[in-house]
């Protein structure tokens, strides 16, 4: 019952999405269509099923009622139909979706997972000893957080990339010297340009994990069966680990689940720092070249990718906790 | 008389270091004010100093737009903070980025507020269907991706007002508080002294307006004060893409101006530099208020009750001594 629930859920925010990716570009004032198909035009001959497609994703003119134009959108959206791009003529939003996505998800989600474990961790020692070093360290990684994501990647890339080369300056691997695909070379040079990005990731992230941990630790330190647990003489390792840090965590999960949306955000931006080639610079050279097929297509993906995570992390809680399950 | 003391019970018994004399203290606790500790003053100094000036520096300074064929300088007696590419003086620049920013943070900020409020307060309030419906479009719109959808309304829209960038970031960005007032309105709403008040007759929208809504103001204060935060990174973030209203000057667009400008290759960090500490310092002092304020909402986190605990736990000397004892 209880996953039932939140499979329905999904399958409402799923429509939700789907929805208003319909509505957005017919409530735009302008004609995205004409716009789109002239510039396909220029790049070469449009077929009428692709222009059809492209009809059908972003909306016409033409008086055929909203409800069947709707019923058209979902069909190709069924069929895997998403357009095709302007700005990669002529290849098929799909397909450059399909070339991006890895690297993102790739950069964003190890970087992301790494920064979570890390600040979890560093969380749980320092409400455990309060006061410490590490406690105190805290106002200064929430300083940190404030730092708006891309300056302090700017700030990064100008002391690493310019002052003291030690990173490369933007770009997912080496172009020249490593060919794409499963060699050593390649997945080397996919590591060494990655590691400052995600390494600004890292750094702007943790703290808010840290401060959300630490903060639960403090609450749990002070319930009752933690003193009983300390009472019976277990050790502290036990205390810490079995006892307040598995009850603190649960809140950072389910906030662990809300900030997959922040980050898919936060990779568009740091794509854009570091010319990355994954969704976020997609989208952005979408948005450019007013490639509005790829643009929607991009949207979608973005946000399936966030609700499938987000269902994932809901799964895992009820597998953690206990009480969910037992609620219903 | 109910209703001051269930307001001021959260906030009794905090005594900061800096909290000064007793009866001080006493009037802070009657209004309901956090305690003056040091990091709610470091706070409240460093976005004051920045709020003043974003509203009088604008008056003082030169027209940011005014262009001057001395190019790329850096500090000087005639440009305090140097010049931008073309010549244009970066703290004249600053003062109205200043102003930009924070308008966009306060309009956000009060249409945040105004639509968490409604979505989560009164539906948690109502109960029942309304509630049902209203926690169902938070969810939904906290799982979709805000940024993307702000970027591809912007996109369809060439000329942007401020207004509508405020109004696309609000959108977007009020579900995350609305779910959080929506847990502690449920809390509230089963506690004795609203039932009590149910029970004694009293209207609907009076239990709500009266009995609630004054025990959720550190909340609702808190919940702003990241709304704010979140609205001014999040127009830079926009701006820095390129995506910002146009016409209008923000850290962002100043920033956006400088990565164009290569200040980056050409190591202008006079350029580059302000914008982002500016900001960077206006987060943290709004996170600093914001610390004193959860203090208020959760008490154990609180240096006293920490200090109460440490005084339980045995130093490792004592656990030894108590472990050789029972061996």
């Known amino acids: 019952m209880h996953l039932l629930r939140k499979v329905g859920f999904y399958v409402i925010a799923l429509w939700a999405a789907l929805t208003v990716n319909f509505i957005i570009p017919r409530l735009m004032p302008g004609d995205p269509v004409s716009l789109l198909i002239a510039k396909l035009g220029q790049r070469g001959p449009v077929t009428p099923e692709a222009r059809a497609s492209i009809e059908v994703l972003l909306g016409t003119d033409t008086d055929q009622p909203l409800l069947a134009q709707y019923v058209d959108y979902l069909g190709n959206l069924a069929t895997g139909d998403l357009g095709l791009s302007v700005s990669y003529f002529p290849a098929p939003v799909t397909s450059i979706i399909g070339q991006t996505l890895p690297w993102t998800i790739g950069l964003i989600g190890l970087a992301t997972v790494i920064s979570f474990l890390l600040g979890i961790g560093l969380g749980t020692v320092a409400g455990w000893k309060r006061g410490s070093w590490l406690d105190n360290l805290i106002p200064v990684t929430t300083m940190f957080q404030s730092v708006p994501y891309f300056w302090l990647a700017l700030i990064l890339l100008f002391v690493f990339g310019s002052v003291w080369p030690v990173f490369p300056l933007n770009g997912g691997y080496d172009i020249y010297d490593t060919v794409p695909g499963w060699n050593a070379e390649f997945i080397g040079s996919v590591l060494y340009y990655g590691t400052l990005p995600a390494l600004t990731i890292i750094i702007s992230s943790v703290g808010g994990w840290m401060l959300g941990m630490r903060n639960m630790m403090v609450s749990t330190l002070s319930e009752d069966y933690l003193l009983t647990a300390e009472a019976k003489g277990l050790r502290p390792g036990r205390v810490m680990r079995t006892y307040a840090a598995r009850n603190a965590i649960l809140p950072s999960i389910s906030g662990f689940a809300i900030s997959l949306g922040f980050v898919v955000a936060g990779s568009i931006v740091t794509e854009a720092v570091f010319s990355y080639p994954g969704i976020g610079s997609a989208l952005l050279q979408a948005v450019g070249s007013n490639d509005y097929a790829l643009m929607q297509g991009i949207f979608l993906v973005i946000t399936l990718s966030v609700l499938g995570a987000n269902l994932l992390v809901d799964l895992l809680y009820s597998v953690i906790d206990p009480r969910t399950r037992a609620r219903t | ?327």
Do not use: C
């Open chain 2, 1 to 327: 008389m109910a209703l001051t003391t269930q307001a001021a019970e959260p906030v009794g018994g905090a005594g900061g270091f800096l909290a000064g004399s007793a009866p001080q203290r006493a009037r802070r606790r009657r209004l309901g004010l956090p305690p003056m500790t040091a990091k709610l003053a470091a706070g409240l100094i460093i976005s004051g100093a920045i709020l003043l000036f974003g509203l009088l520096g604008p008056f003082v300074v030169q027209d940011p737009t005014r262009v001057d064929d001395i190019g790329l300088t850096g500090p000087s007696s005639a440009h305090l903070m140097g010049t931008t590419q073309t010549g244009q003086d970066v703290l004249a620049q600053l003062a109205y980025a200043t102003r930009g920013s924070l308008t966009i943070g306060a309009i956000v900020g009060v249409l945040t507020l105004l639509l968490s409020g409604f979505f989560g307060v009164v539906g948690a309030y109502a109960g029942g269907w309304v509630d049902e419906f209203f926690s169902l479009f938070t969810n939904i719109m906290l799982v979709i991706p805000g940024l993307p959808l702000v970027i591809v309304i912007s996109s369809y829209v060439p000329d942007k007002s401020l207004l509508l960038v405020a109004l696309v970031l609000s959108l977007t960005g009020w579900a995350g508080s609305a779910r959080v007032l929506r847990g502690y309105t449920l809390s509230l709403r089963n506690r004795d002294y609203v039932l009590a008040s149910r029970v004694a007759g009293e209207k609907r929208w009076r239990i709500l307006a009266v009995e609630i809504l004054p025990n959720l103001i550190p909340l609702l204060a808190s919940q702003m004060v990241f709304a704010v935060i979140f609205a001014i990174l999040g127009e830079a973030g926009l701006s820095y893409l390129g995506l910002g209203a146009s016409g209008s000057i923000s850290w962002g667009t100043m920033l956006y101006y400088a990565q164009n400008g290569l200040a980056l290759r050409l190591g202008a960090w006079w350029w580059f530099v302000p914008p982002g500490l500016l900001l960077a310092l206006f987060g943290a002092a709004l996170s600093l208020i914001n610390f004193s304020i959860d203090e208020i909402i959760n008490p154990k986190l609180r240096n006293q009750t920490r200090a109460a605990r440490r005084g339980w736990l045995m130093s490792r000397k004592q656990l030894e001594t108590a472990k050789e004892a029972t061996l």
